[in-house]
């Protein structure tokens, strides 16, 4: 006896999961490399940002990451494409052994690219806020000197290590904290930012690669 299977035996919730999952990592049939997800999703993230004129000074557009954080479909884009784009720009043989956060936004996406990276996560945080034995740099603010600090036992010697911040500006905190990687023995790979502030030049600063996953307004 012959039986016929239904399509209409699949649930409807399941096939609309399952569609808006494709649709949203830019996946179709046959499934889409790792370029054109990366575009999709990155189309979708820009999208998102809401710019601000003049603030925090006149003269500056600010762009606004925080609706990427309050949906969650889009923290789950950012964290896929962020994956995609260390990949691409790092390869599947040079992941990361320690992902590092600078104080305070890196620690908004950090730990889950971490996770999703199958590394450990390391915050560098302003002078004072950390316990225990700690590392110090110093950087210049256009008010004067600041100082960044890492937990002397968050990175291991030879560790490979990625610097990730929402955004790069001077670019002076973002080199304070790859001269921490530095002293404690780190191999830093680069430095990965969600936006950049190019007409500040900050990376020059940089002793390492400098990658943004979205472009500036």
């Known amino acids: 006896m012959n039986h016929t299977i239904s399509t209409s ?10 569609y808006n999952s494709a649709e949203r990592y830019g996946l179709s049939t046959p499934p ?3 370029t054109s997800q990366l575009s999709g999703l990155t189309m979708r993230l820009q999208r998102s940002l809401r ?3 003049d603030f925090p000074s006149k003269g500056i557009l600010f762009e606004d990451i925080m609706p990427i954080f309050a949906d969650p479909h889009l923290h789950e884009d950012l964290i896929r494409a962020l994956e995609l784009h260390v ?3 790092h390869g599947r043989g040079q992941r990361p052994d320690v992902i590092v956060g600078l104080e305070a936004r890196g620690f908004l996406f950090g730990p ?4 999703r990276l199958g590394a450990g996560f390391v915050p560098v945080r302003k002078q004072g806020k950390l316990p225990g034995p700690t590392e110090t740099a110093s950087y210049e603010k256009e008010y004067g000197p600041d100082y960044f600090q890492m937990q002397v036992d968050g990175i291991k010697p030879g560790q490979k290590v990625l610097i990730v911040d929402d955004i790069i500006a001077t670019g002076g ?3 304070a904290a790859g001269s921490l990687v530095r002293k404690l023995g780190g191999d830093l790979l680069g430095y990965v930012f969600i936006l950049e502030l190019d007409f500040l030049q900050g990376r020059q600063k940089l002793d390492a690669s400098a990658s943004t996953l979205l472009s500036s307004q």
Not at 9 to 18: L, M, N, Q, R, T
């Open 32 to 34: 889409a490399t790792s």
């Open 112 to 115: 889950s690219l971490a996770l």
């Open 9 to 18: 035996s699949v649930p409807a919730a399941s096939k609309h999961d399952a």
């Open 87 to 89: 990949e691409e720009h």
């Open 51 to 53: 710019q601000f004129p």
């Open 173 to 175: 905190s973002a080199a």
